[in-house]
């Protein structure tokens, strides 16, 4: 590991703003999903690096949901958190939010939750550094990505068994 220390969330987490532009909508003023899915990536894959002190590769989006249009002249702010740590992989959670810059409140647009895995510099995975929740929310993010990683495996055992 090029990082043994235990890490709490906060201590890898980054949040990052862009400003939605015309090049990034469609003809009805609203943004492309695949635009946000890049940002989401991109962000995504910074925590994780921040976590692990190391190159990461994107490995899943596990999920994705939509819940509220972008509009061109909107300020979106991304926030990437590590939520859960396995041997060589981690669950990274991103949510999107539109700020309205007159009033501060911000509206939540899309919610993602995607898998990375850490690497080594011959590109093989490598142990993950743990992570140490703190806060209350660190902790539920924590048992709520445990449940998505379980289901995830057992979906995966199922698919397999059926084909």
Request: net charge positive.
């Amino acid at each position: 590991m090029a990082d043994c220390e235990i890490k709490t969330p906060a201590r890898s987490a980054v949040v990052t703003r862009y400003l939605v532009m015309p090049q990034h909508a469609n003809p009805y003023g609203t943004v492309f999903g695949g635009i946000i899915m890049e940002w989401i990536d991109m962000v995504a894959s910074m925590a994780a690096q921040r976590h692990c002190g190391m190159d990461v590769v994107t490995a899943s989006i596990d999920s994705l949901a939509f819940e509220n249009p972008v509009h061109i002249g909107d300020q979106v702010v991304l926030m990437a958190s590590v939520n859960y740590v396995g041997r060589t992989s981690m669950e990274v959670g991103v949510k999107v939010v539109v700020e309205d810059l007159a009033t501060g409140q911000q509206r939540i647009t899309t919610r993602a939750y995607l898998t990375f895995v850490s690497i080594d510099k011959d590109h093989q995975p490598i142990a993950a550094p743990p992570i140490r929740p703190e806060t209350a929310d660190e902790k539920r993010r924590w048992d709520n990505a445990a449940l998505r990683v379980r289901a995830r495996k057992q979906l995966r055992g199922q698919v397999k068994n059926a084909t």
